[in-house]
């Protein structure tokens, strides 16, 4: 029997109807709201089926394990690193493979601007795949989500979730872009993420992907609002915290797994960005 929810270790946050009325009456967001969000881990029986669809969009991304959704009369296998973006209004089902089921982050949006994002994204009810080149991207901003959003649900945080949204809904249509596009900036992006177990040198990026170390730094500053290193850190840290999320392994493993062998070192570098330890953050920020 398919289930929408309780699974262990679940995050689940949901905005009271009333409130998502108010919000999308506020100029502050009325353009765009986050009305649900949540992480489903290892989410077994997982699934749902909207007959005539839902009034949000809804954007699921997978990060482990396998499911399924079924929409514009086609049925896709989804699998690690994709996400799924269903216009809302679009009838649709989806659900975790019986065998693999998945790992999941995800998020309901509304408001004006999201039909707009959605083209952009080029997603539609019959392809609603979207193959995933930053995953660790992706997923940082939905974990944003989920812990500004179970904070609570006042008008500031719904603006806090709005903006991140908003943010999500672009890098999903940036990732579409830069694939198709292959700029130097796509090709050093795509070499830091399948290198985040190692290390990298600016001037050796640059020199591989044809561009100045300047011109490599100014396109990183524009695209992700800083330096070349600091993104690889942050996809670092991003992959540590999935890795935090779903597996056990111990945290001295999950450092060499993002390149950093030293333990110490590895803490030091995660509790400067998230203010807690790996081993803390494994201990508080679930269930």
């Known amino acids: 029997m398919e289930k929408a929810d309780g699974f262990e270790h679940q995050r689940l946050s949901v905005v009271p109807r009333p409130l998502v009325d108010a919000a999308l009456a506020r100029p502050g967001t009325r353009r765009m709201l986050v009305t649900d969000a949540g992480y489903f881990p290892r989410a077994r029986d997982h699934g749902r089926h909207r007959p005539q669809g839902a009034p949000e969009t809804i954007v699921i991304v997978c990060v482990a394990g396998s499911g399924w959704v079924e929409s514009g009369g086609v049925r896709t296998r989804v699998g690690t690193s994709t996400a799924i973006v269903l216009p809302g209004g679009s009838p649709h089902a989806y659900g975790a493979s ?8 995800w998020c309901h949006v509304r408001g004006t601007d999201v039909p707009e994002l959605v083209g952009a994204i080029g997603a539609r009810p019959d392809a609603p795949v979207v ?3 930053a995953v660790e991207t992706v997923t940082a901003l939905l974990d944003e989500i989920a812990v500004t959003l179970a904070r609570d649900t006042t008008p500031a945080r719904l603006l806090t979730t709005a903006g991140i949204a908003w943010r999500l809904l672009t890098q999903l249509a940036v990732d579409r872009t830069l694939a198709e596009q292959g700029t130097p900036l796509q090709r050093a992006m795509r070499y830091l993420e399948e290198r985040i177990d190692g290390r990298i040198q600016v001037p050796e990026l640059a020199a591989m992907v044809g561009i100045s170390p300047s011109h490599l730094a100014s396109l990183f500053r524009e695209a992700t609002g800083g330096g070349v290193l600091a993104h690889h850190t942050a996809l670092k ?18 450092g060499r797994q993002v390149g950093m062998d030293d333990p110490f070192y590895f803490s030091r570098q995660f509790r400067r960005m998230h203010g807690v330890s790996p081993r803390g953050y494994r201990e508080t920020r679930k269930g």
């Open 98 to 105: 019986p065998d693999d089921p998945w790992t999941i982050w």
């Open 131 to 133: 193959s995933l080149r």
């Open 237 to 254: 840290m991003a992959r540590a915290r999935v890795l935090l999320d779903t597996t056990d392994l111990p945290v001295a493993d999950v």
